[in-house]
């Protein structure tokens, strides 16, 4: 792979890395394993690739789940945790973190202690339901402060946000507000995703907003998409985030390059036939491969 390419030039919208970047951003992903594929360290592994970095991975929990929900979170001991942590650490250059579920206070506690000694960019995406609104991390406010005070970006929906704030939510104008005060208070930049948003009210398409503390938040905007192939939408646009991140864009240009591939790739999703659409249940994943197969 050439540096260019390396540095993801070639992606979506052209925006260069900026000089230094490392050739082939190298992305630790820190979540729980998605036994079908669709979500979690799978569907980090696969976006960190499609977007030209080298996948590391420290499981937290391992998950028996499917496109119909999640059956079964089985947690993993805090010290099998801090074993893959210490093991990539001590040897492998870190350019970029995503963290996503982590499955209980003992294993954030860990995890928090480890990023608080790292440098690279931190993207947190606060994995507590998934699509199919299964609980997935246990909420403890105290885990989850120390957890915010690491990262450099967070990334919550707005019912994630009404979690992490303890407030009530009822329209984007108070999710703005909140994020402001989350970003305020923890020191660093929020990205509001407004997905569970209602489409009739927001006609324009569905907004995202980076909120930044002391700035003007930065909202960049797309079409809805009316589609069932959402499951991991969240692992995958954070993972994207934190490699992009590791070629040294910044936030807003890491944005605007993921959120029209990601909108493709659940445009995509059903095609992969995965699961059984058929079923009312449904929740498929989005096709993380659909640039690069299109260029074979």
Not at 202 to 228: K, N
């Amino acid at each position: 792979m050439t540096e260019e390419t390396g540095a993801l030039a070639a992606a979506a919208a052209g925006v260069p890395a900026a000089a230094g970047a490392q050739a082939v951003p190298r992305v630790l992903s820190i979540a729980g394993s998605d036994s079908g594929g669709g979500a979690g360290i799978q569907a980090d592994v696969k976006t960190i690739a499609a977007w030209g970095g080298y996948g590391m991975t420290v499981v937290t929990a391992v998950t028996a789940q499917n496109t119909q929900g999640v059956q079964a979170v089985h947690p993993l001991p805090p010290e099998v945790v801090q074993d893959q942590l210490d093991a990539v650490g001590s040897d492998i250059a870190v350019d970029a973190v995503k963290v996503g579920m982590l499955g209980s206070p003992a294993v954030m506690e860990v995890v928090s202690a480890w990023l608080e000694g790292c440098a690279a960019p931190v993207v947190l995406d606060p994995v507590m339901v998934a699509s199919s609104g299964d609980s997935l991390t246990a909420v403890d406010a105290a885990a989850w402060v120390r957890l915010l005070d690491a990262a450099d970006l967070v990334t919550p929906n707005v019912p994630e946000l009404e979690i992490l704030t303890g407030e009530r939510l009822p329209d984007w104008e108070s999710a703005m507000e909140a994020a402001g005060e989350l970003a305020e208070r923890h020191a660093v930049t929020v990205l509001v995703k407004g997905g569970h948003l209602d489409p009739d009210e927001h006609p324009a398409g569905v907004p995202d907003a980076l909120v930044v503390p002391g700035e003007d938040a930065v909202v960049v905007t797309g079409p809805w998409q009316r589609v069932r192939s959402t499951h991991g939408t969240g692992c995958t646009l954070a993972s994207a985030l934190a490699t992009l991140a590791g070629a040294r864009l910044d936030w807003e240009q890491a944005l605007r390059q993921a959120k029209p591939w990601l909108a493709e790739a659940m445009g995509r999703g059903e095609a992969l036939a995965v699961g059984r659409a058929e079923l009312p249940g449904w929740h498929g994943p989005v096709d993380h491969g659909w640039r690069e197969r299109g260029r074979s």
